[in-house]
C-alpha cells in the first residue's frame, strides 16, 4: 500500500489482541487466513483507482497531504472487496493469474482432506468473509481520513453510493444471465456502467475534487466525467473478455464471459445479427473449447458487433474529453483527462 502514517492506514484490517489473560498470544488460525487472503487479493493489478484520486486533487491545487494517500488506499481496498465478492459470484479461482480468495481457501481445504462439496461451501465462506474486511477497512480508512468533517461526510457519501450502485448492477448482472428473457441494450449498457464505472471512476475523481476542496459542481461534473469513462473502460474490458488472451484477462481460460452467459453489450447486439446463432450455440457452454470460441469471435467481428462496441466506448471517451472542456477545470487537468482517454482508446483499437 502506499505511504502514510501508520495510524492512519487500513493495512491491516484485523486487530488482533496482541495477549491473553494469561500473557500469552491466542492462536487466531483463522483470523491468520482471513488476513493473509485480504493481503494477497491487495496484491497485483494496475491500481489506477488510487492514482485518479491524487491525480485529480494535485490538478485542482489540494493540500490534503496524508488524507490523500488514506482516501485512495481506501478505493482501492473498496475495489478489492468487490473483486473478491466477485470471484465468488463468478466461480473463479483464479485472479490476475494467481488464486483468486475462493481459490486460495478452496486449495487450502482440498489440502486439509475436505472433500469437493465441503471445500467449495468454505471457499464461498472464506472469500465472501475476506471481502467484507477489505470492504470494512476501506469505510474506516474514508471514516478517519484527516480532514474536515464536512468532507469526511462527502467522502462516506459517495462511498454509500457507489456501494447500492455497484451492488445493483451486479445482482443485474447476474439476472440478466439467467435466460428468462434477452435484455436490451440499454440494460445491458446499465449493467456495465453500473458495475464499474461509478466505483472505479467517478468515486476517486470525486473524492480526489473533495480532498481538494473544490464547489459542487466541480464534484459532480467529475462523477459524470468518471461515468462516461468508467462505461468505455467496461465495454473496452467486456472486448477483451471474449477475444484477449488468459495473459490479458488473467483468469486462466479463454472467453470466460461467454462460458458464464454473461449478456454485455456485446452480447446483446449480436442478438440483432446473423452472428445470433452461433453465439447462442455456445452461450452459457461451460465446456467451450477454442474452436468454438473462435466460431464466435469470427462471428462477432464479421457481424460488426465487435466494432460496434469499440466505436460506442470511443464515443464515450469523447464525450469525457468534451465535458472537461466545458466544466471549467483548471487546463492541466482538462490535458489530463484527454490524456486518460487516449490510454484507454488504445484498448479499444
Known amino acids: 500500500?502506499?505511504?502514510?502514517?501508520?495510524?492512519?492506514?487500513?493495512?491491516?484490517?484485523?486487530s488482533r489482541p496482541t495477549s491473553d489473560a494469561g500473557g500469552r498470544r491466542p492462536e487466531?488460525?483463522?483470523?491468520?487466513?482471513?488476513?493473509?487472503?485480504?493481503?494477497?487479493?491487495?496484491?497485483?493489478?494496475?491500481?489506477?483507482?488510487?492514482r485518479l484520486v491524487r491525480s485529480v486533487h494535485d490538478l485542482l491545487g489540494g493540500d490534503a497531504g496524508p488524507a490523500v494517500d488514506q482516501v485512495a488506499d481506501a478505493v482501492e481496498l473498496l475495489h478489492t472487496?468487490?473483486?473478491?465478492h466477485d470471484d465468488v459470484i463468478d466461480g473463479d479461482d483464479l485472479r490476475r493469474g494467481a488464486p483468486s480468495a475462493p481459490g486460495r481457501f478452496r486449495a487450502a481445504a482440498i489440502r486439509g482432506g475436505a472433500a469437493t462439496g465441503p471445500a467449495g461451501s468454505y471457499a464461498t465462506a472464506g472469500a465472501i468473509l475476506t471481502?467484507?474486511?477489505?470492504?470494512?477497512?476501506?469505510?474506516?480508512?474514508v471514516a478517519t481520513a484527516p480532514v474536515a468533517r464536512e468532507q469526511v461526510h462527502r467522502m462516506l457519501e459517495l462511498f454509500d453510493h457507489a456501494l447500492a450502485v455497484s451492488a445493483a448492477g451486479e445482482l443485474a448482472d447476474v439476472r440478466l444471465s439467467l435466460g428468462a428473457r434477452e435484455p436490451t441494450l440499454e440494460e445491458a449498457l446499465a449493467v456495465a456502467e453500473q458495475k464499474t464505472a461509478v466505483y472505479s471512476f467517478s468515486l476517486p475523481m470525486q473524492c480526489g475534487a473533495v480532498l481538494a476542496g473544490a464547489r459542487a459542481s466541480v464534484v459532480d461534473g467529475l462523477g459524470r466525467i468518471g461515468r462516461d469513462l468508467g462505461l468505455a473502460f467496461q465495454l473496452i474490458d467486456d472486448l477483451t473478455g471474449v477475444f484477449g488472451a488468459p495473459a490479458q484477462t488473467g483468469k486462466g481460460e479463454i472467453?470466460?464471459?461467454?462460458?458464464?452467459?454473461?449478456?454485455?453489450p456485446l452480447v446483446v447486439h449480436a442478438r440483432s445479427t446473423p452472428a445470433w446463432p452461433v453465439v447462442e450455440r455456445h452461450l452459457g457452454d461451460p465446456t467451450l473449447d477454442e474452436q468454438g470460441v473462435a466460431r464466435v469471435r469470427a462471428a462477432l467481428t464479421d457481424a460488426g458487433s465487435r466494432s460496434f462496441v469499440s466505436d460506442l466506448a470511443l464515443e464515450r471517451l469523447r464525450t469525457a474529453s468534451v465535458r472537461a472542456a466545458d466544466l471549467g477545470?483548471?487546463?492541466?487537468?482538462v490535458a489530463w483527462v484527454r490524456e486518460l482517454s487516449g490510454s484507454l482508446q488504445e484498448g479499444a483499437e
Open 1 to 14: 500500500m502506499t505511504a502514510g502514517t501508520q495510524a492512519d492506514r487500513p493495512a491491516d484490517p484485523l
Open 28 to 50: 487466531l488460525r483463522d483470523g491468520q487466513a482471513l488476513e493473509e487472503a485480504l493481503k494477497s487479493a491487495q496484491s497485483g493489478g494496475k491500481r489506477f483507482r488510487p
Open 81 to 84: 472487496a468487490f473483486v473478491v
Open 131 to 141: 471481502g467484507d474486511l477489505a470492504l470494512g477497512a476501506a469505510l474506516r480508512a
Open 255 to 264: 472467453a470466460g464471459d461467454l462460458r458464464e452467459g454473461k449478456r454485455t
Open 329 to 333: 477545470l483548471p487546463p492541466e487537468l
